[in-house]
């Protein structure tokens, strides 16, 4: 029987079945990786599935005939200035206006996002980064607060309270603007470490659930003077609900990763992405 020759230590075989011990940091980064992983496709499903609904065309089931008869009455109750001239132009211009208005707080939403994936790294190098994101909130509150509704002062022949009392969708743009201010305002408080009371943590969510309970009730008269515009609306309707549903979600993740739970990292990390996936509808946005 052969023995081992003196001096010389036994050594004991490596199991190669596992690659990381249980608990280690290793494995703990491994898992982390692979469920960012699952989030980030879950997201980009999720936006190619609402972005395919959306453009999706309506298919109307009634009779040749009788699609031809509604488009004559349409066309024979429409008055003529609805079709052409001035009022046509003015319809286009804002039309132009809300898209463009969209794009850019979509933009300035992905930008936010971004900052917010990459704030772990982005501090080692540049610690005022921690600011940037509760600064995109901030550009794109003034910017909807200032540029949302051209037909008030000072680019418009209205002043602001009659427009604010006699029209709903100025009312909800500059609200919306007001809660986008808000939230900037806040997050960079509690970024500096100004603002450490337990409720700073949760203004964030409530705001987001307020927005997107507004954005339900939205009224928007974009479409409302073309051909179509049974068609136009519900397409922006369609479009707003999209925004409410991500938006909410956005503001209940949020909400969820400042509570102390065995899935607080990855919630930290999940919220971003659906930020991401907002900014992108956002940024897709068409009337």
Same mark, same amino acid.
């Given at each position: 029987?052969?023995?081992?020759?003196?001096?010389?230590?036994?050594?004991?075989?490596? #199991?190669?079945?596992?690659?990381?011990?249980?608990?280690?940091?290793?494995?703990?980064?491994?898992?982390?990786?692979?469920?960012?992983?699952?989030?980030?496709?879950?997201? !980009?499903? /999720? $936006?190619?599935?609402?972005?395919? !609904?959306?453009?999706?065309?309506?298919?109307?089931?009634?009779?040749?005939?009788?699609?031809?008869?509604?488009?004559?009455?349409?066309?024979?109750?429409?008055?003529?200035?609805?079709? /052409?001239?001035?009022?046509?132009? %003015?319809?286009? #211009?804002?039309?132009?206006?809300? =898209?463009?208005?969209?794009? @850019? %707080?979509?933009? $300035? &939403?992905? $930008?936010?996002?971004?900052? @917010?994936?990459?704030?772990?790294?982005?501090?080692?190098?540049?610690?005022?980064?921690?600011?940037?994101?509760?600064?995109?909130?901030?550009?794109?509150?003034?910017? $909807?607060?200032?540029?949302?509704?051209?037909?008030?002062?000072?680019?418009g022949p209205q002043n602001w309270w009659y427009g604010l009392t006699h029209?709903?969708?100025?009312?909800?743009?500059?609200?919306?603007?007001? +809660?986008?201010?808000?939230?900037?305002?806040?997050?960079?408080?509690?970024?500096?470490?100004?603002?450490?009371?337990?409720?700073?943590?949760?203004?964030?969510p409530a705001l987001a659930a307020v927005g997107s309970v507004m954005l339900?009730?939205? =009224?928007?008269?974009?479409?409302?003077?073309?051909?179509?515009?049974?068609? &136009?609306? /519900?397409? +922006?309707?369609?479009?707003?609900?999209?925004?409410a549903i991500t938006g909410g979600s956005v503001g209940l993740v949020k909400?969820?990763?400042?509570?102390?739970?065995?899935?607080? /990292?990855? @919630?930290?990390?999940?919220?971003?992405? @659906?930020?991401?996936?907002?900014? &992108?509808?956002?940024?897709?946005?068409?009337?």
């Amino acid at each position: 029987m052969p023995t081992a020759s003196p001096g010389v230590a036994r050594t004991r075989p490596v #199991k190669c079945n596992r690659l990381y011990p249980k608990g280690s940091p290793m494995a703990c980064t491994r898992m982390f990786d692979c469920s960012c992983r699952v989030i980030a496709i879950f997201c !980009a499903a /999720s $936006l190619l599935t609402l972005s395919t !609904a959306q453009a999706t065309p309506q298919v109307n089931s009634a009779p040749p005939a009788n699609r031809e008869h509604e488009s004559m009455d349409m066309d024979m109750s429409m008055p003529d200035h609805w079709s /052409s001239g001035p009022e046509q132009r %003015a319809a286009f #211009k804002d039309k132009k206006e809300s =898209e463009f208005n969209h794009h @850019l %707080a979509g933009f $300035l &939403v992905v $930008l936010a996002g971004l900052f @917010l994936v990459g704030e772990g790294r982005l501090r080692q190098n540049w610690p005022w980064t921690r600011f940037a994101w509760p600064a995109c909130f901030l550009v794109c509150g003034v910017f $909807l607060l200032v540029f949302s509704d051209t037909e008030l002062w000072p680019f418009g022949p209205q002043n602001w309270w009659y427009g604010l009392t006699h029209n709903p969708e100025d009312l909800q743009h500059k609200a919306f603007a007001a +809660i986008l201010l808000a939230l900037g305002a806040i997050e960079i408080e509690r970024a500096r470490g100004v603002l450490r009371t337990a409720w700073a943590a949760w203004v964030f969510p409530a705001l987001a659930a307020v927005g997107s309970v507004m954005l339900l009730f939205h =009224e928007h008269h974009g479409g409302a003077h073309s051909i179509d515009h049974m068609a &136009v609306m /519900s397409h +922006i309707k369609g479009e707003h609900l999209n925004f409410a549903i991500t938006g909410g979600s956005v503001g209940l993740v949020k909400g969820l990763s400042e509570m102390r739970t065995r899935w607080q /990292s990855i @919630l930290i990390k999940c919220w971003p992405l @659906l930020l991401i996936v907002l900014g &992108v509808l956002l940024m897709r946005y068409s009337e």
